[in-house]
Each structure stands twice: as structure tokens, then as C-alpha cells.
């Protein structure tokens, strides 16, 4: 990986690499109740860039992650995205798509030496914002996006997620939460 690249990468540059947790904890509505599960998982990071848009230049990461129950083989959650540091806005963005059908594009603001950065989405939004395939549309609308990060050091990073579900059946937002803490490998 370049140096150059690494350099670019603002407060998400410690992040380059592959990384592991076990602490996982999932909260979420199986059959219309709400359960607690406890995972591992594993994300690796790329650094990428530069990426011009016009004048704006960004750095990231590409990322891709799998979740497994523990003690179970076959993950149970996948993402592919982007992770990305746009410098001159001070801004992290983190655009990724899980293959249920769901698109989010979630920012927020950082300085370079962020050791802690919160981003957010919210449907609707033409700037940072959530995309669904029609039967989640109608059935679990994912209505907003919340992302806590926060970096240990060179060797951990946890994070905390709340993805706002709108059922209609229960005319009620359920909170989707994850967490974990991740070690570098």
C-alpha cells in the first residue's frame, strides 16, 4: 500500500488493513421479535485514491465485511462499500449496500487527527442518504442511518450503529443496533 495514499487518508488512514472482532452484539426483529445476537466479524480495508471530482479530491478505503452468529459457519451479514476522507469539506463518508437491497450513503464531519467521528443518513435526503428495494420499502423502511466510530490506537476501533426501521405493522421505528470492538490483524 502507498505511503502517498496513507498520508491522504485523514483520520481514517489507522484503519488500512484487515481486522477482527468477537464481541459483537446484533439487535434486531426476527419473526416480529426482537432478539440479541452475538457475532464476529471480519472487514478489511484498501486504500484507494485519488478520486476526482473535478476539484474535490478524495482518499479511502475500500471495505468489504462479513458477520457470523458465534459458533455458526455461514455469515449471516455482508457489506461492500466505500469509506472515504474528503480533506478540503473535513468530511468522512461512508457509501456501502448490503445485499438485502439496501443502499446507504452516510457522512459527517472529522479533522484529520479525529480519533472519533459520527456519521449519519436519512431517507429522502438528496445529500446523505438511504435507498430500499420495495419490499423493504413497505415493510421495514429504513428511515435513518446513525454511525458512532471510535479509534483505540494504531491496534482497535469500536464502533456503535443505529439503523432506524419504520414497520408498519407496529406503526413504530425499531432500532436496529450493532456494536462491536475489532483488533487489527
Known amino acids: ?26 439487535i434486531s426483529r426476527i419473526h416480529s421479535e426482537e432478539k440479541e445476537t452475538k457475532y464476529r ?11 476526482k471530482n473535478g476539484p474535490q479530491e478524495l ?22 462499500g466505500y469509506w472515504l476522507w474528503d480533506g478540503g469539506n473535513e468530511q468522512v463518508l461512508r457509501c456501502f449496500m448490503v445485499p438485502r437491497g439496501v443502499l446507504i ?8 487527527s479525529s480519533k472519533s467521528f459520527h456519521l449519519s443518513a436519512e431517507v429522502g435526503s438528496e445529500i446523505y442518504g438511504i435507498l ?3 419490499y423493504l420499502d ?3 423502511k429504513t428511515m435513518k442511518y446513525v454511525l458512532d466510530v471510535d479509534i483505540h490506537g494504531e491496534g482497535s476501533f469500536s464502533y456503535k450503529e ?9 406503526e413504530a421505528i425499531f432500532h436496529h443496533t450493532d456494536e462491536n470492538t475489532l483488533k487489527k490483524v
Open 1 to 26: 500500500m502507498s505511503d502517498d495514499i496513507l498520508k491522504k487518508l485523514g483520520p481514517l488512514a489507522v484503519l488500512a488493513g484487515t481486522w477482527e472482532g468477537d464481541q459483537g452484539v446484533d
Open 41 to 51: 466479524e471480519k472487514i478489511v480495508f484498501e486504500p484507494l485514491g485519488p478520486v
Open 59 to 80: 482518499y479511502g478505503l475500500r471495505y468489504s465485511m462479513t458477520a457470523w452468529r458465534l459458533g455458526e459457519e455461514d455469515g449471516f451479514h455482508e457489506e461492500l
Open 105 to 112: 450513503n452516510a457522512g459527517g464531519d472529522a479533522k484529520v
Open 132 to 134: 430500499s428495494n420495495k
Open 138 to 140: 413497505e415493510s421495514y
Open 162 to 170: 443505529d439503523t432506524q426501521l419504520w414497520i408498519p405493522i407496529n
